[in-house]
């Protein structure tokens, strides 16, 4: 049973252009989401989160989106550049601070120059 | 900033024999470590919750026994994967969070372990 769900498993995006990679989980528990970043043979490196609380929030050039009725998340990153190219996870957890996180099955993003 | 480290990055083992994981957490004591495991374009998966001196606990499906986790400090985690069998060839990533500071869980560097 995947309790958090990533339908696409890649992206191709053009460099300078808006990359969105889109994240449903099914789980009313989770109250906690988190997109991670990972490059093959390393562990995932954290990007940015948002708490059930909020339906935006922003760091940078990177945008998470939270609509908890259609239990939705999605990650705008804008302008993408070269170096966004890896693979995307998001992953839930009931309440910060728990490591206790469910992964989605990650997409991979290719920025194309 | 905190940091994960994780030993070995890759290895090789015969079928039947164990292999141990450390999972060390470089400046910050963690009392809570975490094990996940992601096969080939699959998602990363929660084996189980190691905690500092006292039994893990374990997701269901994972055996316990052939999965063998020990925590005995606040720096040091492993991950010993006991008979080890060709499906066993899977990514091992552990986690932990520093509690004296509000940031998300760092993650090991993963390690690559490959049963033949």
């Known amino acids: 049973d995947q309790q958090v769900k990533q339908n696409s498993p890649s992206l191709s995006v053009q460099e300078g252009r808006i990359s969105i990679l889109n994240c449903d989980y099914t789980n009313s528990m989770f109250d906690y989401f988190l997109w991670y970043k990972k490059y093959p043979a390393e562990g995932p490196t954290f990007l940015i989160s948002i708490s059930s609380i909020k339906d935006k929030n922003e760091d940078g050039r990177f945008t998470v989106f939270l609509n908890k009725s259609a239990k939705h998340l999605s990650l705008h990153i804008v302008p993408s550049q070269p170096g966004d190219s890896a693979v995307y996870f998001c992953?839930?957890?009931?309440?910060?601070?728990?490591?206790?996180?469910?992964f989605g099955t990650g997409t991979r993003l290719t920025i194309i120059p | 900033g905190a940091v994960v480290s994780q030993h070995p990055s890759r290895v090789i083992c015969k079928s039947g024999t164990s292999v141990k994981i450390e999972c060390r957490s470089l400046?910050?004591?963690?009392?809570?470590m975490f094990w996940y495991r992601q096969f080939p374009k699959q998602s990363l998966m929660l084996m189980a919750t190691?905690?500092?001196?006292?039994?893990?606990?374990?997701e269901q499906g994972v055996e316990k026994d052939k999965f063998l986790i020990n925590h005995a400090s606040l720096t040091l985690s492993t991950l010993t994967v006991t008979s080890a069998h060709p499906e066993d060839s899977s990514f091992y990533i552990c986690?932990?969070?520093?509690?004296?500071?509000?940031?998300?869980?760092?993650f090991g560097q993963g390690t690559r372990l490959t049963v033949v």
């Open positions: 190691s905690n500092e001196g006292s039994k893990a606990t374990y």
């Open positions: 992953a839930a957890s009931q309440g910060f601070g728990n490591e206790k996180l469910t």
């Open positions: 400046d910050f004591q963690a009392t809570t």
């Open positions: 986690s932990a969070r520093d509690p004296t500071v509000n940031t998300e869980a760092f």
